[in-house]
């Protein structure tokens, strides 16, 4: 009697396949995983009008694009949906109120 030990046949190792997904739906995938600025900004023009909350200048919707959104505790993560943590600033105010912080803090250092 002979042990018939025939060819092992080794297990064939599934290939790794990629997820079927394409480059540019990976990219996409990402992007919409970064926090989307135009949201809370179109919410919070929405709430607050297209006024600058500082120097009260008016905005419409051609020059839009210079009225930014300002979150009063700095923290860009934070959107209340009721509007509570956003400002709107044109660019000039709100750079005002950055610069502003940025030289108190420099004040304060000893
Ligand atoms: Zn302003
Ligand atoms: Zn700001």
Avoid: Q
Wanted: overall charge positive; proline content about 5%.
């Amino acid at each position: 009697m002979s042990n018939s030990n025939k060819g092992r046949n080794r297990p064939i190792r599934p290939e790794k396949k990629g997820t079927g997904r394409s480059v540019g739906d990976i990219i996409r995938g990402l992007r919409k995983e970064l926090p989307s600025e135009d949201s809370y900004r179109e919410r919070s023009l929405k709430i607050h009008g297209l006024i600058c909350a500082k120097c009260g200048r008016e905005f419409d919707d051609k020059d839009r694009r210079l009225l930014t959104v300002h979150h009063k505790d700095g923290d860009h993560s934070y959107n209340p949906p009721d509007g509570s943590n956003w400002e709107n600033l044109c660019v000039d105010c709100h750079e005002d109120e950055h610069s502003r912080g940025i030289l108190a803090d420099y004040l304060k250092k000893p």
